[in-house]
Each structure stands twice: as C-alpha cells, then as structure tokens.
C-alpha cells in the first residue's frame, strides 16, 4: 500500500540468476495504462545490449519486440498463447510431427520426475514481430505417484525468439526458457502454496 491508500500495481524486471529486481514501476490507474503500456519505460533505463528478454505472454506483441531489437539492442523470447488465436495457430501448423526433438533436460524432485523437450523450425514469414528467427516448441511431463499410481501429465507451448542459430543453442534456450519461469514460480509459491490471494486476513499495512 501507499499511505495508507488502496494497494498498489507494480511491474517489475527481475534478472533469472540470482532472481534479483532490477527496475520496478507502478502502474498508473488513469486512462488505459496497464502493464503492457508500462513495458517500454520500465526497461528505457536499463543498458540491455545483447542481453536476452522474456516475458510473459501479455507482453508478448510485436511493438515491444520492435523495442527491444531496434532501440535497446536486445534479443526477446516470447510465448505465444490463446490470446495471440491466429498466430498460435500458424505456429502450431508448422511441421512439429516430423521435428526431432534437439534438446531435453530431466529433474528428479518434491516426488516427482519432469522432463522438458525442445523443437525448434524457422520462424515463418509475416509474424511482425522483429527479427522472428526461431519458432519453439517446448514440451513437457511430469511424472507423479497419486494414489499409490505413477501418472503422468503433459502440456506444450510455442514460442517465437530473435535468437538465430548462431546467438543461442538449444541447450541455450531451454536454458532461458527454465529461467523465466523460476521467475513465475515466485507467484505459483504465493498463490498455490501460501494461498496468498485466498487469504481474507486485512490489516492497516
């Protein structure tokens, strides 16, 4: 809160390691601002030249990844999800059956075992996005025991990356891709396991 008033929206930068918060901005409640109008000046300030940027996928738009190549010199990796329906479509068109999987990581923990594939292909012509060299295609399982039974649960997602061949190897990109999401891991622990936003508990601070 902010003295004393309603709560306050920030948005911030965090580095994947250590996990550390490197710019920070609250979010105007006036007009249209929201957090995609707040990307820009959060990261104006910071020197990014040849550094890589994710994102989640409400920043994932064609504006910010035309920021970040032509004004801050920095590569971006972007999920692209439901909200983007007919780009996610012509990603999830591209010829995946017939793409080898180049890269895998497998981690044994908290009882259960999760294994992470990567296929990558040319990123199609006519995304907008700049400098859209690579589309992705992560998978991946996680292997419990529920109820005596091991099961096991798959998803995917697509991506599409400024990263050539020669920027990033796919050991790289499962790298970057791990990272952010140690970074959204941060909310899963306060949602999921603190249970935070279920709490009714309110006090003056």
């Known amino acids: 809160k902010r003295d004393g008033n309603k709560k306050v929206h920030l948005l911030a930068a965090v580095t994947h390691v250590p996990g550390i918060v490197i710019a920070q901005d609250r979010i105007a409640k006036a007009g249209k601002a929201n957090e995609i109008s707040h990307f820009k000046p959060l ?40 909200n983007q329906p ?54 991946r399982y996680v292997t419990h025991k529920k109820n005596g039974q091991w099961r096991t649960r798959a998803e995917s ?8 061949a020669d920027d990033a190897t796919p050991e790289d990109l499962l790298a970057l891709i791990r990272g952010h999401w140690r970074v959204e891991h941060a909310h899963w622990l306060r949602d999921v396991i603190w249970k935070e936003d279920k709490s009714l508990i309110r006090t003056g601070n």
């Open 43 to 82: 990261l104006a300030p910071l020197p990014l030249a040849g550094a890589v940027v994710t994102s989640d996928a409400m920043q994932s738009n064609r504006d910010n990844s035309a920021f970040l190549r032509n004004v801050k010199d920095a590569h971006w990796l972007f999920p692209i999800l439901g």
């Open 86 to 139: 007919n780009l996610s479509a012509e990603l999830n068109a591209l010829d995946w059956e017939n793409t080898p999987a180049i890269a895998a990581t497998s981690e044994i923990g908290r009882g259960r075992i999760e294994t992470r594939t990567l296929r990558v292909l040319p990123a199609p012509e006519g995304t907008g996005f700049a400098d859209a060299a690579r589309a992705l295609l992560i998978e």
């Open 157 to 164: 997602v697509l991506y599409l990356t400024s990263l050539a």
